[in-house]
């Protein structure tokens, strides 16, 4: 497609649910990262793939936080029991070879109750 | 380790004045210094990066920016502002890895 997309847009969950994200990059990129936006900071990295492999995982802040990219295009970011403090601005990016100026998605808003 | 610090968290100029949004770093070795503004309810846009060459870098919508290497640095200059430009900026940092370690971000308010 033209851009990252990126759905749901927003997402309001009770605390204790599953929920996925979906993240659908721009056609030919190979590089896809995932980053959380808290309330006044700016992105923190959680996990980037090349292809179909987590090529760095060490941003997931524990082992609720998921993300598969099973065909090396669309990725899902799953989070498990989620927690209140779960609520971010979930960010999906993707390059044509890792780094360079990344192409980003408007965003899932993620808010747990 | 590798930082980013943005040391205001808002800076406020009168349209057509020039801006400066400052941006100091931390890495061992060479960075790849990155520019992005966000709008609101907008994703990250990309508006310039050094990686090596010139220290003056030019991007978009007129932007441009210094690396200053003895200073640590890579503000994010423009030399009329836009009411336009009003949004979120963030300065990043790439180092060995392909990750981006970004700044806390700054507010640009440009007044008419």
């Known amino acids: 497609g033209a851009g990252v997309s990126q759905t749901p847009s927003n997402k309001v969950t009770e605390k204790g649910k599953y929920v996925e994200l979906r993240c659908d990059p721009i056609s030919g990129h190979t590089a896809l990262y995932w980053y959380r936006q808290s309330l006044g900071q700016g992105p923190e990295f959680l996990i980037y793939f090349q292809g179909t492999g987590a090529a760095d995982d060490s941003g997931l802040p524990n082992d609720r936080f998921f993300a598969v990219r099973p065909e090396g295009s669309v990725s899902t970011l799953k989070i498990q029991r989620t927690e209140r403090g779960d609520s971010a601005v979930y960010l999906c990016?993707?390059?044509?070879?890792?780094?360079?100026?990344?192409?980003f998605g408007s965003g899932t808003r993620l808010t747990v109750v | 380790a590798q930082s980013v610090a943005q040391p205001e968290d808002q800076v406020n100029v009168a349209e057509g004045n020039p801006l400066t949004v400052k941006c100091t770093y931390s890495?061992?070795?060479?960075?790849?210094l990155f520019w992005y503004v966000q709008y609101p309810n907008r994703g990250l846009q990309f508006l310039l990066k050094y990686i090596t060459g010139d220290n003056l870098v030019k991007g978009s919508y007129g932007f441009e920016a210094e690396f200053n290497k003895s200073q640590t640095s890579f503000h994010l200059k423009k030399p009329s502002a836009l009411v336009s430009d009003s949004a979120l900026y963030f300065c990043a940092l790439r180092r060995d890895t392909d990750k981006l370690i970004f700044g806390t971000g700054t507010r640009l308010q440009v007044f008419p």
């Open positions: 890495v061992s070795g060479n960075p790849y």
């Open positions: 990016a993707s390059s044509r070879q890792g780094g360079d100026g990344y192409t």
